[in-house]
């Protein structure tokens, strides 16, 4: 477990904030027990379910069974690997339901809502090939009776987007890439933290910079325009500082 400031170096949590630990356990820390929490809250938020139907909140490499009251079992499986790119392919598969015709695929009806996030201000989507209209910070409700082998296609919007700090942080911006928040790490970079560059921010998706250097490896790395033409590259923050290196 970590300090992990917004800014400077990662210090472990037995000799940078040891006053949280319990005594003669300087590994256990509220951050050491609360963080396996998230994985297990995940399941609680990425499929809700109401009188309405099926919400699905979260986007990643996942295959998830629900059944329905029809008796149906409706399979989402998502082939994507985001949050790194914007696009997510969800195939729907019916395990069991009514059947039109003895040879027909299994079919179920139920309303399934895509969560749109806020972020993304150009969504496209699309349902078995036809354009669908999502709204950014709304969800895209589909009801209808799904067949086993339909595919919903979306395109999130991964480009750059800004948030302007407030009182300590006044004077000071966050970049992010779609929902990740990207940092400066000196691994990466030959500029050092007082020198860094001004980046530019276009509405242009940036680059992804490949990394062949040690481990550990970055989970994301751009390559940022800046002023003066010298290259930044920034990592996704859970990367930042991973190696020792200051980051900002």
Do not use: K
């Not at 985001?82 to 009514?98: M, N, T």
């Not at 699309?126 to 799904?146: F, K, V």
């Not at 990740?180 to 020198?195: G, K, Q």
């Not at 998706?205 to 800046?226: D, F, K, N």
């Amino acid at each position: 477990t970590y300090n992990t400031p917004m800014d400077g170096v990662r210090r472990a949590s037995a000799h940078d904030i040891v006053f949280q630990a319990r005594a003669g356990s300087p590994e256990l820390n509220c951050c050491s027990v609360n963080g396996p929490r998230t994985l297990g809250m995940l399941s609680e938020w990425a499929l809700m379910e109401d009188d309405a139907g099926l919400a699905l909140n979260y986007y990643g490499p996942s295959a998830v069974a629900v059944p329905l009251s029809s008796g149906a079992r409706l399979m989402l499986t998502q082939n994507t690997d985001y949050p790194r790119s914007g696009r997510v392919e969800i195939v729907v598969g019916v395990l069991a339901g009514d059947v039109p015709h003895d040879d027909g695929p299994a079919t179920a009806r139920c309303r399934l809502s895509l969560r749109i996030p806020a972020w993304s201000e150009r969504t496209e989507a699309s349902l078995n090939g036809e354009p669908l209209a999502p709204e950014a910070g709304q969800y895209l409700a589909l009801d209808r009776e799904w067949r086993d082998g339909d595919r919903v296609l979306l395109d999130l919007e991964m480009s750059l987007r800004t948030w302007y700090g407030e009182r300590e942080q006044a004077g000071r911006v966050s970049l992010y890439r779609g929902p990740i928040l990207l940092a400066y790490d000196r691994r990466f970079n030959d500029v050092d933290p007082d020198d860094l560059p001004v980046p530019v921010c276009t509405d242009a998706e940036p680059s992804v910079a490949p990394w062949a250097g040690p481990p550990p490896s970055p989970w994301l790395l751009v390559r940022m325009p800046t002023t003066d033409g010298r290259p930044l590259y920034l990592c996704d923050f859970g990367s930042a500082g991973a190696a020792g290196t200051p980051y900002r």
